[in-house]
């Protein structure tokens, strides 16, 4: 393909592959985007924005992509009895995501700061200590609120990547 990126590929590849962010396949995030779309997408545009700041970009493309990655159906409130906190959701997810990277996952410093404070500011007990970890969480928020309210056919997506 024309437009891929292969210096993204490269940094995502070994993690995509991974059966663990598969599993994100299966989880809806917002509106009609699943799990995993969200993280490529919050991965991807972390990168470019990265790149263009002079930041580390492969720790933004490699914690954009696990930022979410909590495993279970957020909208399930019961969650089959797992429900470990009692925080909401948007509180807690975080720190979830952060702990299933470390298990499935070798991330680095920065990647974990990354996923930890992406809610912030409701995260307020952890203040996000890398600029990487501001431009994973603007740009969470920004492709979320855009999920939210833009149908799949008119979202950009990544040239060169299937969903
Ligand atoms: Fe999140
Ligand atoms: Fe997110």
Known sequence: M???????????????KSDAVKEMKKYVQHGDTSTYEHCLNVSYYSYKVAKKLG??????????LLHDLFLYDWHDKDRDGKKEFFLPHGFTHGVVAERNARKYFNIDEICSDIIITHM???TIW????????????MVDKY?????????????????????
């Open 2 to 16: 024309n437009n891929v990126d292969e210096e993204y590929i490269s940094y995502i590849t070994e993690f995509a």
């Open 55 to 64: 930041l580390n970009a492969k720790q933004c493309a490699i914690g954009g």
């Open 120 to 122: 912030f500011p409701l």
């Open 126 to 137: 952890k203040v996000p200590k890398y600029k990487e970890s501001y431009v994973v969480l």
């Open 143 to 163: 492709l979320s609120t855009a999920e939210v309210f833009t149908r799949k056919r008119k979202r950009t997506m990544i040239p060169g990547v299937e969903f």
